[in-house]
């Protein structure tokens, strides 16, 4: 069956710096999506992409954020410089059709 | 967001249903319900969704209120690869909203 890959599965980070966590959507799929979740607690959305640009992002997605799909198969978020509160689980998601998504098993992000 | 309840946490015996309730009494009439799960250390798994009949997969049945203001997921045998935690969505404006869930515990 066919998955949603994100690398690295770990990323230890110092504060102020960037990083980038990459993920390949399904092939075919259309929609496109980041969500985070801080230890023991929701998952939150972050932004949504369709047709090459973003469709909605939350408030947590601020100009620190940054999100590409630079060669029609990967998908990456960057965040320019890291804070301590950025800290946590970062899922991507994919979907054919927008009411069934498929999430990666997330990369987990320290932030020193 | 539109806004569902479900119960904090369920119990359940390994082989015998589950049925997991969520209200949402403010779902509006296009509004589908969706029901993902995340098992431990994992990220969310669809499950199953409907927007007024209910609905059956390999998974899970949906049952839907006439008024639709509840619905109730059905596992109709509980594993221990079953435990979890269950949310309960309105999904609308294209994104997936989650709230707290429900933790389901399986005993074997």
């Known amino acids: 069956e066919p998955e949603v890959t994100q690398t690295p599965s770990h990323q230890v980070t110092q504060m102020g710096q960037e990083v980038i966590l990459r993920c390949v959507p399904i092939?075919?799929?259309?929609?496109f999506y980041w969500y985070r979740q801080i230890l023991g607690q929701k998952v939150e959305f972050l932004v949504s992409f369709y047709n090459n640009e973003i469709s909605e992002k939350s408030e947590i997605f601020d100009d620190q954020f940054s999100v590409e799909r630079p060669d029609g198969s990967n998908f990456t978020l960057k965040i320019r410089s890291t804070k301590l509160e950025d800290s946590a689980m970062y899922f991507c998601a994919s979907g054919g059709v927008v009411e069934k998504l498929f999430f990666g098993s997330g990369t987990q992000l320290s932030v020193l | 967001d539109a806004k569902t309840t479900q119960p904090n946490s369920m119990e359940s015996n390994e082989e015998e249903p589950v049925h997991l309730p969520c209200n949402h009494s403010t779902i509006s009439g296009t509004d589908y319900i969706h029901w993902y799960r995340q098992l431990p250390s994992q990220g969310p798994e669809y499950v199953i969704h409907g927007l007024t009949s209910n609905v059956n997969n390999r998974m899970a049945s949906l049952a839907i209120a006439e008024d639709r203001k509840s619905s109730t997921l059905i596992l109709h045998r509980a594993t221990l690869r079953d435990a979890a935690v269950y949310y309960c969505i309105l999904f609308n404006d294209y994104k997936l909203s989650f709230g707290a869930g429900t933790t389901v515990t399986v005993r074997a």
């Open positions: 092939s075919n799929h259309l929609y």
